[in-house]
């Protein structure tokens, strides 16, 4: 059984920085894209960056293209988001999620593994 537990998230003013953390077990995620969504309060679920197998490869949703980092460790079966310069409406539920390709996934991939969530609130 394999597990994305997401950690990081809080409280943060706009213009400041968090980095979020999503850690898997089970077993090693190395052949897999990784990728990281968010859900704002009656919203749908939106992809926000994509990292392939060996961290080689990102894709970025424009909205966080220049301010997001996603970055991957495999030794530690781990997958980063630093995200900076931050706005109110980065407020969300961020999400890990592992891909079935191996490539950097987007929003129209297949995903097979999810995290349960790590909130993020960015106050004006």
């Known amino acids: 059984q394999v597990q994305l537990v997401e950690s990081g998230g809080g409280l943060v003013q706009a213009g400041g920085s968090l980095g979020l953390a999503c850690a898997a077990s089970?077993?090693?995620?190395?052949?897999?894209?990784m990728a990281w969504f968010r859900q704002a309060p009656g919203e749908e679920r939106k992809f926000v960056a994509g990292i392939d197998w060996s961290g080689g490869g990102t894709v970025y949703a424009d909205s966080v293209k220049g301010r997001f980092t996603i970055s991957r460790d495999n030794d530690k079966n781990t997958v980063y988001l630093l995200m900076n310069s931050l706005k109110p409406e980065d407020t969300a539920v961020y999400y890990c999620?592992?891909?079935?390709?191996?490539?950097?996934?987007?929003?129209?991939?297949?995903?097979?593994?999810w995290g349960q969530g790590t909130q993020v609130t960015v106050s004006s």
């Open positions: 999620a592992a891909s079935y390709a191996a490539v950097a996934p987007g929003p129209g991939y297949r995903y097979i593994y």
């Open positions: 089970g077993r090693a995620l190395r052949n897999n894209g």
